[in-house]
């Protein structure tokens, strides 16, 4: 028996949030979503996804801890990330396989998360 993988989607914007659940569960996988960084890092420990999709822009907190927070639990799991947001300000702090430079289109997102799905 196959399981669904689990992606925790993090982003302020419900409506990104719903067209990226959309698109995941259209292909099997199981969705989380939380609109601040805090309530990702929750989600992230109780139900441990597969993979995590964060919008960077999500993170208001001025201090960037949520966003430490969250890379670290994510790293701490050995669980894939996705980074959405301008690279000049992320490339610091992840590496270039996790950055997905925004505008970005759904298609390329989509394919970099299966990507790093079938990885794990």
Do not use: C, W
């Amino acid at each position: 028996m196959n399981i669904a993988p689990s992606v925790l989607i993090v982003d302020a914007s419900r409506e990104r949030r719903e067209v990226l659940r959309f698109l995941l569960e259209r292909r099997g996988a199981k969705t989380l979503e939380a609109a601040r960084p805090e309530d990702a890092i929750r989600l992230a420990r109780e139900e441990h996804p597969d993979l995590i999709v964060f919008d960077a822009e999500s993170d208001d907190s001025g201090s960037g801890d949520p966003s430490n927070d969250l890379r670290e639990i994510a790293d701490g799991n050995h669980t894939p990330i996705v980074i959405l947001g301008k690279v000049r300000q992320l490339r610091n702090h992840f590496s270039a396989e996790q950055i997905v430079a925004k505008p970005y289109h759904y298609g390329p997102l989509i394919r970099k998360i299966n990507s790093l799905l079938a990885a794990a």
